[in-house]
């Protein structure tokens, strides 16, 4: 079983960029496809980007062009780099990872990102 810790969240003003990450420990990455999501109050828990393998990515429209991600199976981390944010981007940031066979999922605490000027 993986256990995921987001890191990276913070407050950045309209325009800016940050990164999160994302440490898995207890399993060995490159079994599980990889995801972030976000959620902000009253809405359902939305996918951002998602990375199948180690190539194979893909994004929400709302994101395509202003985020990455991006997986390093050797140190077990995977993240997100998220350019030009908006203060629609304001949510909590989770960290997904679904075992390729078994298909269970497992999720960080999360990591808030927040875009006000």
């Known amino acids: 079983q993986v256990q995921l810790v987001e890191s990276g969240g913070g407050l950045v003003q309209p325009g800016g960029s940050l990164r999160l990450s994302c440490a898995a420990s207890?399993?060995?990455?490159?079994?599980?496809?990889m995801g972030w999501y976000r959620q902000t109050p009253g809405k359902g828990r939305e996918l951002v980007a998602h990375m199948l393998g180690s190539s194979s990515t893909n994004y929400a429209d709302f994101v395509k062009g202003r985020f990455t991600i991006s997986r390093d199976n050797i140190k077990n981390t995977v993240s997100l780099q998220m350019n030009s944010l908006k203060p629609e981007d304001t949510a909590v940031y989770y960290c997904?990872?679904?075992?390729?066979?078994?298909?269970?999922?497992?999720w960080g605490k999360g990591t808030l990102v927040t875009v006000s000027s």
């Open positions: 207890g399993s060995i990455l490159s079994l599980y496809d």
């Open positions: 997904n990872a679904r075992h390729l066979v078994l298909h269970s999922d497992y």
